[in-house]
């Protein structure tokens, strides 16, 4: 019995500890972290690298030993006796022998065991198997590529709904903020009616109404996309939708801008890019298969063992060595020889067909030459012109704030009318939420710039070790 409280104690602890982890605040870059293990498509790609890693083993299993055997269990005719006619072995000299013809005469049955083996070795196959393994190789890496493509993907996906959960939630606070502050207008007004004392009309009365519930209509969508947007982060971390989750961040800031050039921008991306190292693999395995297909058209040489044994316990051994019989004989020997397979327009279409892939991929590959520092100078014109918004927005946020407190200091002293501080509340709100967007827009441009130029990912797994050379 006390073992059993010990033990749904200690359950009951680990069950709080993990949800204390899971409550524990995270950064952006602790989202990225949990995302990288927790996405099921990262794990995908990551499995595609282990097949890819298969078809290398099996390329390379083809230097090795190859067995082959093929055995039966049969049935055959009994025989007994030699040779000759009489079931005689011996021809006695001047005798009139006869040889026995009842090859196909029905007398009982006999088991018949046969197996027949080959034990060889490739010596030479003119480029076969080394340009087979040399395409699977390149292979693997096209498929490493596609993982850390994929992790770019999921920090861009992770980002958004970071920075999308930081700005709905300040666009919520912004709104909550507004409309406590103009509802307190508007019971001032109300006062201000039922004292009938001149500093305030029925249409003021409408107008922060009318303010107020408009207010209300973007902080109730403001609080629907915060919870989206939270939901989403905790299905890519992997935390749950039904645990808590808490970020680090408790506003939405710009990230630092960044300092490299253009130029060292572009040269990045061509050197990092994943796509380029997929197109850099994929030539390389391209004209390996190219190779390999035309290398088909030429013999493997080989060396070996080959053999058979035949047995009937039904039969008589024939053992005279001018006569092959197949029911009861043993044989091997070591071999050399020259393997070849005739495909014809098979190979000469494979041939065709491995050449056209290279030439699309060489057409690929100079397309990206070019597109992908357009790419790269379009996104960086935009982090740095959303910078430059960014930093203009934040000055228009500020004094439309201090215009709206000045405007609603006037008001509550019976100095402005309702009219003004709704516009200055306009104002504010309009300037505040444009720049908590233009936040997240050049937020999201700087993490576009990362993927673009190739920047790697915060944290590598073993798929992404492998040399193609080695």
């Given at each position: 019995?006390?073992?059993?409280?010990?033990?749904?104690?200690?359950?009951?602890?680990?069950?709080?500890?993990?949800?204390?982890?899971?409550?524990?605040?995270?950064?952006?870059?602790?989202?990225?972290?949990?995302?990288?293990?927790?996405?099921?498509?990262?794990?995908?790609?990551?499995?595609?690298?282990?097949?890819?890693?298969?078809?290398?083993?099996?390329?390379?299993?083809?230097?090795?030993?190859?067995?082959?055997?093929?055995?039966?269990?049969?049935?055959?005719?009994?025989?007994?006796?030699?040779?000759?006619?009489?079931?005689?072995?011996?021809?006695?000299?001047?005798?009139?022998?006869?040889?026995?013809?009842?090859?196909?005469?029905?007398?009982?049955?006999?088991?018949?065991?046969?197996?027949?083996?080959?034990?060889?070795?490739?010596?030479?196959?003119?480029?076969?198997?080394?340009?087979?393994?040399?395409?699977?190789?390149?292979?693997?890496?096209?498929?490493?590529?596609?993982?850390?493509?994929?992790?770019?993907?999921?920090?861009?996906?992770?980002?958004?709904?970071?920075?999308?959960?930081?700005?709905?939630?300040?666009?919520?606070?912004?709104?909550?903020?507004?409309?406590?502050?103009?509802?307190?207008?508007?019971?001032?007004?109300?006062?201000?009616?039922?004292?009938?004392?001149?500093?305030?009309?029925?249409?003021?009365?409408?107008?922060?109404?009318?303010?107020?519930?408009?207010?209300?209509?973007?902080?109730?969508?403001?609080?629907?996309?915060?919870?989206?947007?939270?939901?989403?982060?905790?299905?890519?971390?992997?935390?749950?939708?039904?645990?808590?989750?808490?970020?680090?961040?408790?506003?939405?800031?710009p990230e630092a801008l960044p300092e490299t050039t253009l130029q060292s921008f572009?040269?990045?991306?061509?050197?990092?890019?994943?796509?380029?190292?997929?197109?850099?693999?994929?030539?390389?395995?391209?004209?390996?298969?190219?190779?390999?297909?035309?290398?088909?058209?030429?013999?493997?040489?080989?060396?070996?063992?080959?053999?058979?044994?035949?047995?009937?316990?039904?039969?008589?051994?024939?053992?005279?060595?001018?006569?092959?019989?197949?029911?009861?004989?043993?044989?091997?020997?070591?071999?050399?020889?020259?393997?070849?397979?005739?495909?014809?327009?098979?190979?000469?279409?494979?041939?065709?067909?491995?050449?056209?892939?290279?030439?699309?991929?060489?057409?690929?590959?100079?397309?990206?030459?070019?597109?992908?520092?357009?790419?790269?100078?379009?996104?960086?014109?935009?982090?740095?012109?959303?910078?430059?918004?960014?930093?203009?927005?934040?000055?228009?946020?500020?004094?439309?704030?201090?215009?709206?407190?000045?405007?609603?200091?006037?008001?509550?002293?019976?100095?402005?009318?309702?009219?003004?501080?709704?516009?200055?509340?306009?104002?504010?709100?309009?300037?505040?939420?444009?720049?908590?967007?233009?936040?997240?827009?050049?937020?999201?441009?700087?993490?576009?710039?990362?993927?673009?130029?190739?920047?790697?990912?915060?944290?590598?797994?073993?798929?992404?070790?492998?040399?193609?050379?080695?």
């Amino acid at each position: 019995m006390k073992a059993r409280l010990v033990v749904q104690c200690l359950g009951l602890f680990f069950v709080l500890a993990s949800a204390a982890i899971n409550a524990e605040p995270l950064s952006l870059d602790q989202a990225l972290q949990k995302a990288y293990i927790a996405d099921p498509r990262i794990g995908e790609k990551a499995h595609l690298v282990t097949a890819a890693q298969g078809l290398l083993d099996e390329a390379e299993a083809n230097k090795g030993w190859r067995t082959e055997l093929n055995s039966f269990l049969g049935l055959t005719t009994a025989v007994d006796g030699g040779f000759y006619e009489n079931g005689s072995s011996t021809c006695p000299v001047g005798s009139d022998c006869v040889v026995r013809d009842d090859l196909y005469d029905f007398n009982s049955l006999s088991l018949w065991m046969y197996a027949q083996f080959t034990v060889i070795k490739p010596l030479h196959t003119f480029g076969k198997i080394e340009n087979y393994s040399k395409a699977a190789r390149h292979n693997i890496v096209i498929k490493q590529a596609e993982v850390e493509l994929q992790r770019q993907t999921t920090r861009y996906d992770v980002s958004r709904a970071y920075y999308g959960f930081l700005t709905a939630r300040d666009i919520r606070y912004l709104m909550e903020d507004s409309v406590k502050r103009l509802s307190g207008a508007l019971d001032l007004v109300t006062e201000w009616l039922e004292e009938e004392n001149g500093q305030a009309t029925e249409a003021d009365k409408y107008a922060l109404t009318a303010g107020v519930a408009l207010l209300s209509r973007y902080q109730s969508e403001a609080g629907a996309l915060e919870k989206i947007a939270l939901g989403g982060l905790k299905v890519l971390t992997g935390v749950g939708l039904d645990n808590e989750l808490q970020l680090l961040d408790s506003r939405i800031r710009p990230e630092a801008l960044p300092e490299t050039t253009l130029q060292s921008f572009k040269q990045q991306a061509l050197a990092h890019r994943p796509e380029m190292k997929q197109v850099e693999a994929g030539l390389t395995a391209r004209r390996a298969l190219v190779a390999a297909n035309k290398a088909d058209a030429r013999p493997n040489l080989y060396a070996g063992l080959g053999g058979s044994l035949s047995y009937s316990p039904g039969r008589d051994r024939l053992d005279n060595p001018h006569i092959y019989d197949p029911f009861n004989s043993a044989a091997a020997t070591p071999v050399i020889g020259l393997q070849w397979s005739f495909s014809g327009g098979i190979r000469d279409a494979k041939v065709k067909q491995a050449q056209a892939e290279l030439d699309a991929l060489i057409s690929k590959a100079s397309f990206a030459q070019k597109g992908i520092p357009y790419q790269v100078e379009e996104v960086f014109t935009q982090v740095h012109a959303s910078h430059v918004q960014v930093e203009q927005m934040k000055q228009a946020s500020i004094n439309a704030r201090r215009w709206m407190i000045a405007a609603y200091t006037d008001f509550e002293a019976g100095l402005k009318e309702a009219e003004k501080i709704i516009t200055a509340f306009q104002a504010y709100v309009l300037a505040h939420s444009d720049y908590l967007r233009l936040v997240n827009d050049y937020n999201m441009n700087t993490v576009k710039l990362k993927n673009l130029t190739g920047e790697p990912t915060l944290m590598h797994t073993q798929h992404m070790t492998v040399n193609p050379e080695n």
